[in-house]
């Protein structure tokens, strides 16, 4: 991320379950933490249906918002915070924080997700969408008629 005392938001939920115990919302949404934690990569799941458009991955430019999970006022990304959303909507900010948008929070009623896997050098594409199967197989459990579909992912093009 740039920030030398970062810790990386993988690193940050296993530490956290480590201290706390695994804090259950519910069968998805554990799914998804479980999964995480066992990877060690950061994840953010999100209800999806009422978005359209492309999801982008990009650095801030400074001053985007959006309200995290469990929060009821927004924060705003500093200049090169990793954010991902659609053109009107910020789903995920990790910068000092690493968090899901509330607005878009997975719940019992939710039936249509995103779940996203945000790499980093160091991550391939397939072990980035191992996390999210292992996600899959784990919500598959208790929701035998869930579905996966992989989004293709396309690298911007850097011109030298």
Same mark, same amino acid.
């Given at each position: ?11 940050? $939920? *296993?530490?956290?379950?480590?201290? $706390? ?7 998805? +949404? ?9 990877? %060690? ?6 209800? +999806? !249906?009422?978005?359209? %458009? ?5 650095? !801030? ?5 959006? *309200? ?9 990304a ?15 900010l990790?910068?000092?924080? %690493?968090r899901d948008?509330?607005?878009?929070? +997975? ?6 997700a ?9 991550? /391939?594409?397939?072990?980035?969408? /191992? ?9 598959s459990?208790?929701c ?7 989004l293709? *992912?396309?690298?911007p093009? *850097?011109?030298?």
């Amino acid at each position: 991320m740039g920030y030398s005392d970062q810790t990386p938001d993988g690193e940050k $939920r *296993v530490k956290l379950i480590e201290r $706390r115990g695994l804090n259950r919302h519910n069968n998805v +949404v554990d799914a998804y933490n479980i999964a995480g934690a066992e990877y %060690g990569i950061g994840l953010g799941m999100h209800d +999806v !249906a009422q978005l359209d %458009g492309n999801i982008v991955i990009e650095r !801030a430019s400074g001053g985007e918002e959006m *309200v995290p999970l469990f929060r009821e006022s927004h924060r705003e990304a500093r200049e090169g915070d990793l954010i991902y959303g659609t053109d009107d909507h910020v789903l995920w900010l990790s910068g000092q924080i %690493g968090r899901d948008a509330d607005d878009f929070r +997975v719940t019992t009623d939710t039936d249509k997700a995103l779940l996203m896997a945000v790499g980093n050098e160091e991550t /391939s594409e397939e072990y980035n969408r /191992s996390v999210c199967r292992r996600a899959f197989d784990l919500i598959s459990k208790t929701c035998s008629n869930a579905s996966i579909e992989f989004l293709d *992912v396309e690298k911007p093009v *850097v011109n030298a």
